[in-house]
Structure formats: C-alpha cells, structure tokens
C-alpha cells in the first residue's frame, strides 16, 4: 500500500511568519511530487509541483524535495490570512497520484 | 478555458437508492479521473481513464460502484445500493495525458457532496 503521510494539523502560524508543511511518502518508486491547497468547501487546487532533489520556488511558496528521506516540504514566506487552507500533498508513483490526509493551516492577522 | 464541470453539486439520498454523478473534462483532455473525499481525508482515486479506456480502477469498489467514459469525453459515476458510507464528496479531475511518468497537472472540478441517509 503506497502511502503519503501529512500532521493533520492545524498549524497555527502568525501573519508574516513562515509556514512549514511536512510530508513523508513510503514508495521510493514515486517520480513527481505536488502540492494542493483545498479551502473549506472548494475543490483542490495545485500551487506546487517538483520531481528533482532540492527547493523549487514560486513567490512566496518553496518546496523542497528529499528522495533519499521520502520527505517532500511546502514553506510558505509572509504568510497572510488568505493562506488559511487544508493543503494537500500528492505523490506520483506508476499510474496512480496517491493523496496524503492533508494539514491544515491557520494564519492568525 | 472552461473548467472541469460537475453535476450535481449536491445529493442526499437514502441507503440502498441508487445514484449517478456527472462530469465534464476540460476540452483536449485525455485523461479523466474520479476520486472520493471523505470529510478530513485526502482524496482517494476510484477511476481513471485514458480517452474511454480504464488505465486504472483498482480501488474502485466494483460490487456497487461503476462508471464510464463513452465517447471519451463525458463521464458518469454511479453507486448503487449506496451505503451510508458513501456519503463524500465526489470529485472528477482531467488532465491532458496520462498521468504515469509524466507531469501533467490534474484540474478538478467542484465535486459532488453526497450524503447518504
């Protein structure tokens, strides 16, 4: 059973500060790596995609891929209250994107 | 670009009726998949499609859920008997190619909520 494995959270973080969101996936086959954001009620929505070691990013946002850990990150820098949001890590390995539980963020103003 | 649409947006049904949820890719994408969420989970695939062809069903509970993609474009989810375990909601996403070894994005559509009684 592939799995992807998130702390359901809620992180609370101030606004301005930097958010941190964890992810360990269990298939070292797994080739690409992404992250979702799904406010309450919404659909998911990709922000993050990264399929080599090492940080990729995209304004505020960073992910940071570890293939020898199985370990893929999200920071968010400057967080705002707009950022408050369930997000989602997905792993891609074969035919399959496998899901992780999700973290919930909150940003307090 | 229209996106990925969905219908209906909400169901409430009784256990043991039958129920079937709708979906319609972005135009061009080969690919289409379904996935259920249950309150505070992830998303779990169901199905997945390539044109009208399943590439992948195997957490697809085949006693009583099935779906199809006639035509390679539309695609229906049914369940039937529903259990109260279904209720969830229910999630249709495309992408342009197939989604093994390459990095496609998948865009979803606004779900279905269903809740079973």
């Known amino acids: 059973q592939k799995e992807v494995e998130q702390n359901s959270g809620p992180l609370s973080v101030p606004e301005g500060a930097i958010a941190s969101l964890n992810c360990t996936y269990s298939d070292r086959g797994s080739q690409s790596f992404f992250w979702y954001r799904q406010y309450s009620g919404k659909s998911p929505e990709l922000i993050m995609s990264i399929y080599s070691n090492g940080d990729k990013e995209d304004g505020r946002f960073t992910a940071q891929l570890n293939k020898a850990s199985q370990y893929v990150s999200l920071l968010i820098r400057d967080s705002q209250p707009s950022d408050s949001a369930t997000y989602l890590c997905?792993?891609?390995?074969?035919?399959?994107?496998?899901f992780g539980g999700g973290t919930r963020l909150m940003v307090k103003p | 670009e229209a996106g990925v649409a969905q219908s209906p947006r909400y169901k409430i049904i009784e256990k043991r009726q039958s129920v079937a949820f709708w979906c319609n890719p972005i135009?061009?994408?080969?690919?289409l998949y379904w996935y259920q969420q249950i309150l505070g989970q992830g998303p779990k695939l169901l199905i997945q499609f390539q044109n009208n062809g399943v590439v992948d069903d195997s957490q697809l509970p085949k006693d009583r859920f099935s779906a199809e993609r006639l035509k390679g474009v539309d695609s229906t989810l049914k369940i039937q008997p529903a259990k109260l375990e279904d209720s969830a909601v229910y999630l249709c996403?495309?992408?342009?190619?197939?989604?093994?070894?390459?990095?496609?994005?998948?865009?979803f559509g606004p779900g279905t909520r269903l809740t079973v009684l």
């Open positions: 996403a495309s992408s342009l190619v197939r989604l093994a070894g390459s990095t496609d994005t998948q865009y």
């Open positions: 135009s061009g994408h080969a690919t």
């Open positions: 997905a792993v891609n390995a074969g035919n399959m994107l496998t």
